[in-house]
């Protein structure tokens, strides 16, 4: 393996020292912080969930005045905690603690006209309730905390119990798309998805509040009739390369459909609804000639060897899944960067860039500039996306990209034209890699490899079944060098991927992703392939 560059810690921030000129040193932000948390649950406590998130995208419009602080365990994103820190250390972020909602009321009562309450045994009215938190700048609550509000000198802005008895989802947001449509910011959408039943993480909904943004929940499967209709209408009035945030409700439609829908009118998929603090990270600023610079290993002579090369990815890396857990930092280990937080919440990017040791390496993704499904676009408009990717590619210092499709159910392969424009159109990048599970599209263009997951490893299977699958795949492959491009699910942190290969013997050798993609370019013993509909479906081998 060549060498690689070291850590960032230094690179990527500027001297916080007497060199740096007072008009370059961070001024300093004084906020709120409270924290957040609980069981979620709409007759539990959602209530006070829901008011504070709606309180914060109030807040936050002119400023990062209210920070949440979410559970460190047993919530998606356990970071919030080590990003204030980080923001405290490098952007002179200092934060009182607010203790109780009638407290952050009175705190920030210039910034409420009112509020608005929902219906709790109808889930479409809570979430449309934000919409009208959003347009009318009130605050959500339940009706147990009319009391509260009255108390303290609020007034009701509008009451949603008993409105919508006897209509269906469709007729509802029909009626919110009515009522509310023309006062929204039409920049974005917010799918406020997730958990069904009684359940509901709105964590995304301040930055929706914050910038007067339409929520939905409706379903993006065509079987669901006039849902279908409904919100294919709401996504055709978007531009092109709009974002929607938010994530699909999981009883209600799948992923696929919703990307798919959502890549038919080139629309960007960010997620998820439990995203937190958006509408205060927005606000942090990087500091005066600020460059990202990611690790890259030296390139110039890598040492081919008749080995099987294995090189990690993991899904939704930063922000979910193991980065703040065990292992990090011990072996090779690529992670998905959230490439639209380079305008959104450039703050977060350089939480991760200075934290990264240098076995961390960073790969764009995913798809596009956002979560896109390239089958599925338009063919007019994927030139576009696919120059807009590369521009964040540049801005991030990465020179790996991620693509995943799965417009198809049955096929996660990619034709040959569009891997032509993947090459086209991100020129700066060595090397891309296809597919979630195993996929079976393969190519090189002048020694760049196009290279597809050969092993997906799912939250469930066991560390011996894994290792009896990897040899496996040995044995199906016997050519030497063999590239085995491995996806690791946000459910496993690094130590679990350490524990499976120390049950493989010397010929498994793991690389960084770029050493990888160069030996792959290099000698490229895999067959080019593309979608076709001829091609079998394989689980392991190509």
Known sequence: MGKRAGSRRGRNTLPRNSSVAETDRPKPIHCWAMKIGGDWKINGDLPDEA??????????????????LYP???????????????????????????????EALVKFRKYIRGYIVYDP???????????????????????????MMDSLGFKMLVDFRGKFEGMDTTQIYQWAYNHYWNRCSHKALVYLGGAEGDIMQPAIADLGVADRLFFYDLSTEPEAGTQYKL?????????????????????????????TLASHYALRVEGLNTLPNMSFHRWIKLPPGYK????????????LEKKIYVSFIQSDGLGLGAWLRPGRGKIPYAWEVN?????????????????????????????????MYPKAMPPKYLPTALKMASKLMKDLDLNMFEIYDASDSLNRDLPKSIVDDYFKYIPNA???????????????????PFISFDYYLPPTRKVDEVVGDLKELATLNPKRPYFLCFHVREYTDVKGVIDIMRHLGPEFKIVPLDVFMKLAGMDPTFKTRYESTKQPVQLFSR
Do not use: C
């Not at 047993?74 to 203790?99: L, P, R, S």
């Not at 889930?123 to 339940?142: K, N, P, Q, W």
């Open 430 to 448: 060595i090397g891309f890699v296809n597919g979630y599970g195993p996929a079976h599209t393969f190519a090189v263009k002048d020694g760049l």
């Open 72 to 102: 460190t365990k047993g919530y998606d994103y356990t970071n919030t905690e080590a990003i204030m820190a980080f923001y405290h250390k490098y952007h002179g972020v200092d934060h009182k603690t607010i203790k109780t909602i009638p």
């Open 51 to 68: 008011l504070v998130i709606s309180l914060q995208g109030l807040v936050n419009r002119s400023g990062p005045q209210l920070y949440l």
């Open 231 to 259: 919100v294919s209408m709401l996504y055709g009035k978007m531009r092109p390369f709009s974002f929607l945030f938010g994530w699909h409700s999981y009883m209600k439609d799948t992923e696929d459909s919703y990307v």
């Open 121 to 147: 045994k109808l889930r479409d009215s809570i979430v449309l309730s934000f919409t009208a938190a959003g347009i009318m700048d009130g605050v959500v609550v339940a009706p147990e905390q009319i009391p």
């Open 339 to 371: 490439m639209y937080w380079y305008h959104y919440a450039p703050g977060i990017l350089e939480f991760y860039y200075h934290q990264a040791s240098p076995n961390d390496f960073f790969i764009g993704s995913l798809s596009g500039p956002s979560y």
């Open 292 to 303: 990202f610079h990611a690790n890259h290993s030296d390139l110039k002579n890598p040492k």
